[in-house]
């Protein structure tokens, strides 16, 4: 498991992890926080690794991280479970970056508002 904080302590760095793969199965799946849970609970016991090694290793892949310092097996595991939904339309219509603005409307309001001869 990585931490961002080398000085966090395991339990929250497990806790954070566990949260955010848990954030991911819920966007790609439209799904309850408790059937997200309970989705890396029985995907662990089916492939025998540690909740929170898949956890991680679906993060990663979420992030498009380096996977190669992670369990093997909770990596191939999350591949399996999930790859094909992170690979799918809904990753081809990923949100913009923090960078990039998204049209709301607003804009095609406003100078609809402002157009002459109307």
Do not use: K, Y
Request: net charge negative.
């Amino acid at each position: 498991m990585r931490s961002a904080n080398p000085s966090e302590d395991a339990p929250r760095a497990g806790a954070r992890v566990l949260d955010a793969a848990q954030g991911v199965i819920i966007a790609l799946r439209c799904c309850s926080l408790n059937q997200a849970f309970t989705e890396i609970v029985q995907a662990a016991h089916h492939d025998n690794v540690s909740p929170l090694s898949l956890a991680d290793a679906l993060v990663a892949i979420a992030q498009h991280d380096r996977t190669d310092e992670l369990d093997r097996v909770a990596v191939a595991a999350a591949r399996h479970q999930w790859g094909h939904l992170l690979d799918g339309p809904r990753a081809a219509r990923a949100l913009p970056g923090p960078h990039e603005s998204v049209d709301d409307g607003s804009t095609w309001a406003r100078n609809a508002e402002n157009s002459p001869g109307q």
